[in-house]
């Protein structure tokens, strides 16, 4: 985590030949407040995570941005709105950047989540929630999605406003690593992540940047 109050590399638009990708994770939802998984389940931000979206539209107002797309849950959807109020673009809702469903265990205690992980010995991209999703099915979307972006050609910065599981699956796309090994990443509320593409390989920029002003 990097704590930001101006950040150069906002400013600095990506090569002709580039293409820029800034990953939003939502503000804090009171299921984060309370460390209880959050997954298909659509409640929106807490105040908190309203004031985070609100300072991070600000620090993000510099950058040059030229698509806007969110999962379509409420909670991103409201974080890239407050992005977005700084720019003059829609933002895109898709349910292809919806967080990870899972299913049974969504409003499950973090503390219950490790334990069962730990007593049956699983790897993240071993769990099968019941009536959820498997994290393949997630990386397939945050494949896909990515695909979509590059689609759109070079020269260009898209930002993308979703949530720490799939977030951390699209890192798994970008870097071609397995499932396991991004998980190591960390996203938090309302924070920033610039990769930059030049054609052949991924640079992350910046990872999980906050705003300084919300670190109390």
């Not at 709105?81 to 299913?103: K, M, S």
Request: hydrophobic share 40%.
């Amino acid at each position: 985590m990097t704590l930001t109050a101006t950040d150069p590399r906002l400013g600095d638009p990506p090569l002709p030949d580039h293409l820029r990708l800034i990953l939003v994770r939502h503000g804090q939802t009171l299921a984060n407040r309370e460390h209880r998984l959050q997954g298909a389940s659509d409640d929106p931000m807490t105040e908190v995570g309203q004031e985070q979206a609100a300072l991070l539209g600000a620090l993000l107002a510099p950058i040059a941005l030229d698509k806007i797309i969110s999962s379509d849950l409420k909670r991103s959807m409201q974080t890239a709105q407050a992005i977005a109020n700084y720019h003059q673009l829609p933002v895109e809702g898709t349910p292809l950047l919806r967080e990870w469903n899972c299913g049974e265990w969504d409003g499950w205690p973090a503390s219950r989540f490790l334990q069962l992980m730990e007593e049956q010995k699983l790897k993240v991209s071993e769990l099968a929630p019941p009536g959820g999703e498997r994290l393949h099915e997630v990386r397939a979307r945050a494949c896909q999605a990515l695909a979509h972006v590059m689609a759109e050609g070079m020269g260009k910065t898209t930002m993308l406003c979703s949530h720490g599981d799939f977030l951390r699956t699209l890192i798994s796309c970008v870097l071609d690593v397995p499932i396991d090994t991004a998980n190591a990443f960390r996203f938090e509320n309302a924070s920033y992540t610039i990769l930059d593409f030049d054609g052949t390989s991924w640079n992350m920029m910046a990872m999980s940047c906050i705003p300084l002003p919300w670190v109390k």
